[in-house]
């Protein structure tokens, strides 16, 4: 069985690519069972040790344990979210579970924890430098953590959860991808009414790759609907969509998540209970850098209040454009962006596909990429000799801009295909360190922009570009020494920092004045325009806040429950968003029935973080702001130590040690264009 198997021969591509022409969906059953199997045994040597525990031997042993499993891990996690098939597919069902059940004896193994706690109480004697002394406490911490001080009932009892929710939250995102394939609205050449040129293209294309020559077709992905959405004139189509949209996960048959859901809350918060807390909720926060479930709250009413009195505002605004344009009756949820881009561009005189000309997909590359050259002193270089998974994906070599010595590899996967999930993200196939050796990283970014020639992208898109791009930065500049402090291995609500933060530079003028030119006359985008697209943001930033805002309360609300055994999770939303205020014609950014974040990512109680970075970035920003140059040296190189830092500090730290002082919220209220609270 392993002859032939790429997992168990060293990799021999240039930088130690994995050989992706080689690597067959077979080839990782049996990579898994070795790689557990390795991974144990090394594990099991460091706590069956002889010798008396050190940091050495135990902690940085650690460091280096089960490294065919990352290995082999890393690129199937990856190709499974890139470029999946239903081989793949199986392969997750089958060893989610097992892969949880290997972790638990990992963390649940006593004389493993035995060996840390007793370096952890003797760790101010240990000499330790400051990234030793935080990895020995979050090792102790992440022991802790899962349950290892639990008594021996308990601790079976955790690791039964852990490998039951494993299972749960694969099937729940399989669930949503499911959804998402089957629906598709099938147009033909008079349900087109309204739709700019570049919709109908993305439609088209979309129909031919099914196989649909002639027709259009319209899928759940953000790409795709939402842009209909905003544009369709014909009622009833988006509505139809709408509801598709807004239903996955909740459709009833094999791939409804409402039980799901129940089973997925009920075990997390028996999870916190043995723990000794009292919600689910309090046990994630405890480990962040917000640390209590109230002062996530507090930021979240902070702005609900006045992003909620904005989007009525809005609400009228739209509803008059609605009634002028022989509308009669109340403007409902699909309706909403239709009429809003009225507005826009009635109020700015402005409309994406005046602004997408000037959105050319590889210029926006090429001003992430130079940004990060101008700050950071890094550049790019595609490489075409290095065997890919998919020929949509490209690589770059990134190096040093001063010495053009080797800094990692950059992969970038733009255009949506069945294969792949929704969303934009940044992973690693390999992540850097700089402890036995030098490990350089293999860094990916994933986008689902609709495939067309040429690639042309609203702002919106731009922004998710630079954002992913942020956290590939955090990833490719780290210098942690150890693998579990590398790039983005930081808390999760300080994770978003990094790549929201940089946004702000496809935001400033320098960039757009350079980069946004028009695709086919190569003009610079004109300066009014530019004023009336930056102006015409603040419109509709109350139903923007609030369509996150709903959906991060509703993380910490569900996850908050006591008593969830019976969670009805329909009754819930609809209950909470009662009690909010949420005006119906919002709609969440995300129901609970299709919310990935919560039940099949890392995001449980933790979708708050990305308004809890944006404090950070709002903020942030405002220095470079501050200081009258978007490049200026000495802040640029301040925020360098941020992305090169990864886990190794503190992150409150790390900011004042950029900032000069803690962050205040004004920034990110401002930036939103949203008054404070009175
Ligand atoms: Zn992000």
Known sequence: MSAGNPFFSPWTNAFGFPPFDLIKPEHFPPALDRGMEEGLADFDAIAGSAEAPTFANTIEAMEQAG??????????????????????????????????????????????????????????ELGLETDQMRLLERSYLGFVRSGAAL?????????????????????????????EQTWQLVLEEGDLDGLPDYVREAAAQAASERGLEGKYVITLLRSSVEPFLTFSTNRDLREKAYKAWTNRGANGGDTDNHDLIREIVALRAEQARLLGYATYADYKLDDTMAKTPSAVLDLLHQVWEPARLQALAERDVIQSEASAAGFSGAIAAWDWRLYAERVRKARFDLDDAEIKPYFLLENMVRAMFDTATRLFGVKFREISDLPLYHPDAKVYEVVDAATSEHVGL?????????????GAWMSAYRSSEFFAEAITPIIVNNSNFAKSKPSLLTFNDSETLFHEFGHALHGLLSKARYPSQSGTCVRRDFVEFPSQVYEHWLAAPETLRTYAVHYETGESIPEELLTRMLEARKFGQGFNTLAYTSSALLDMEIHSQTNPDNLDPEAFERDALERLGMPAEVGMMHRLPHFKHLFSGGYAAGYYSYMWSEVLDADGFDAFKEAGD???????????????????????ELYVSFRGREPKTEALL?????????
């Open 67 to 124: 490294r065919l499993l990352d290995r082999v891990c890393s690129v199937f996690f990856n190709l499974n979210s890139s470029h999946t098939n239903e081989e793949l597919e199986a392969i997750a069902r089958d060893y989610s579970p097992k892969l949880a059940q290997y972790n638990a004896k990992i963390s649940l193994n006593p004389a493993l924890f035995a060996r840390v706690s007793e370096l952890y109480a003797k760790r101010c």
């Open 410 to 422: 950059f992969i970038q996967d733009n255009f949506a295909r069945s294969s792949k999930r929704s």
């Open 630 to 652: 978007v490049f200026d040296p000495e802040l640029s190189r301040r925020l360098k130590d941020i992305y090169e830092a990864g886990d190794t500090r503190d992150p409150m």
């Open 151 to 179: 008594g021996e009932d308990a601790k079976l009892r955790m690791a039964a959860i852990s490998e039951r929710t494993a299972t749960l939250t694969t099937l729940f995102g399989q669930h949503v991808q499911a959804d």
């Open 670 to 678: 401002r930036h939103r264009g949203l008054a404070a609270a009175e």
